[in-house]
């Protein structure tokens, strides 16, 4: 089954439109200040009108407060939100319980130890996105989107009870290797398809999305 793909920190109505008529799966919309893929609720819910029906629409948070969550859900109707803070398993479960919304919470891997947290997590979301972990000391390093990637085999072959999505440093020149590498079932991009931070390329979305559908068949008969 080709595997699912997540274009990430949408912005403008030009991108929303190359993501979803290239096939993209899921879109997602920041709500970070600190971002500059950050959005507004309303202007998310503009761009996500489109999208009704046609693709999963994911609203990534960080840390987001009770009140944060509640104008997101009000104010966009989301089908997934995206944890990408220090959201623990508690955490995880009680937004969950308070939306009745669908939970993916990222992970942040640099070494095979990041891992350990996922059991914990695996009860009360459903499902994970694992991204690169900042190195320590990278100067204005955002929780996710920095165009990081990590060491892919640390995920290869992985189960962790729930689906699963690999993020972190790819484009549409490395994605089928990473799929190939891991066998993971989704990918998620977001500046790896940008001509500067926060500028999505309509481009650059088709090519990934191309990259990964065209990929589909030759692993299909692997």
Known sequence: MPALVKICGLSTAETVAAALDAGADMLGFVFFPRSPRHVAVETAAALAAPARGRAQIVALTVDASDAALDAIVAGLSPDILQLHGAETPARAAAIRARTGI?????????????????????????????????????????????????????????????????SGGLDPANVAEALDLTG???????????????????????????????????AATA
């Not at 690169?132 to 990637?149: D, I, Q, R, S, V």
């Not at 990918?187 to 500067?196: L, N, T």
Request: charged share 25%; glycine share 10%; proline share 12%.
């Open 102 to 166: 669908a939970v993916m919470k990222a992970i942040r891997v640099g070494e095979a130890a990041d891992l350990a947290p996922v059991p914990d997590f695996a009860a009360h979301v459903d499902r994970f996105l694992f991204d690169a972990k900042p190195p320590p000391g990278l100067t204005g390093a955002l929780p996710g989107g920095n165009g990081l990637a990590f060491d892919w085999r640390l995920v290869r072959g992985l189960d962790p009870g729930r689906p699963w999505m690999l």
């Open 184 to 218: 993971a079932p989704a990918v998620d991009v977001s500046s790896g398809v940008e001509s500067a931070p926060g500028v999505k390329d309509p481009d650059l979305i088709r090519a990934f999305i191309r990259a990964v559908r065209w990929r589909a068949p030759a």
